[in-house]
């Protein structure tokens, strides 16, 4: 066996894509900056019984473990940072007023998710934390757009979903932590077959808005009216009232942004049920057939760490999205002799003072390089080094 294969679905990241992600990283976490986000950086390794808290067994699988030789407890190697930043929140920073978190480092699954080709991901995300109310959650959703914007993806679809839905439309009933897992695939799938036979024991109002939540997908505006009234409204309770409201106010809201992203509800995209408690989002790019970030309200997770606090946020991978950034191309640099030259060397410091990306080369190096664009040399004319664009024939 080759001893430089790296394991299935593990890449290294090459100079080009590197200093792009690098570049992206900086400026996102700048732009976070000016919203007023904070940023932590939590370990890569926790005892796995804190690192699971308020999460589901979908997460526990996807976590890779170990065990610690110095106390002998299991370890996990984090495939999500959600958790640990909102045990940060409950209990690091114990404060009770709202706060602003961001983060980015990388991640592991034990398996590439579906649509990935990569089990390793550099995660960023942003959270707000003590703050119940729809502004928090549209400020997440703006943040997001705005993510997206700076990495030159114009044209963005938000896919907007609600948790409260399902628990007002089964509201009363008692039904197994299992049996809630069976109902959240079958609602995910749209397997409408097996959703009839499973919901056969509910009373029929509610077997009926279950079935319902199937159909009730497409343009915001028309999901929102069929939910309302017709063949396919929802229960009239205030659980249902309430969600289908922020949905509309968020939904309203965004279409006021510049450039207005394309909103679409489906109200049986349950994805990260485990966790979420209130709206949940994916967003979607032309270049990308999986969604490019996920988000929403878990107001749950810091209750999990003993110390409940409303919260929302999203995350994405940075890695993702670099690669589909038009912004962060190649830097322009100046090609400069590797020579023993005292005024060369003052006339290189200068250059690279001002911002300027000078190489020195060797005679004969071929100057390869997939970052940078040496379309400038730096030439000794007249006793002084002077900068001046290549030749067509040099640049050939």
Known sequence: MNRWL???????????????????????LD????YGYELVAPPLLEFLDSLLTGTGSDLNLQTFKLVDQLSGRTLGLRADMTPQVARIDAHLLNRTGVTRLCYA?????????????????????????????????????????????????KQVYLDLSHAGILTGILEGQVISKEEIETLYGLLQSKDRSSLARWSRNLPQPVGQALMALTELSGPAAEVLAKARSGPLALPNNALVTDALALLERLFGALSAVSPAPEVSIDLADLRGYQYHSGMMFTAYVD??????????????????FGRARPATGFSLDLLTLASLSTELEGRSAIMAPWIDDAALQVAIHSLRAAGEIVVQLAPGDDALSAEYRLDRVLFLQSGVWKVQSRGASELS
């Open 6 to 28: 790296l394991p299935e679905d593990i890449a290294d990241v090459l100079p080009a894509k590197a200093r792009k992600v690098e570049q992206l990283r900086r400026s996102l």
């Open 31 to 34: 732009l976070y900056r000016a």
């Open 105 to 153: 480092g990388p991640i592991a699954h034990t398996r590439a998710p579906i649509g990935c080709s990569s089990r390793e991901e550099l995660q960023l995300g942003a959270e707000i934390y003590g703050h119940a109310g729809w502004e928090a959650d549209l400020e997440a959703l703006s943040l997001l757009l705005q993510t997206l914007q700076t990495a030159g993806l």
């Open 287 to 304: 270049q990308l057939p999986q969604p490019i970030a996920r988000g929403g309200r878990y107001d749950h997770v810091g209750q999990a």
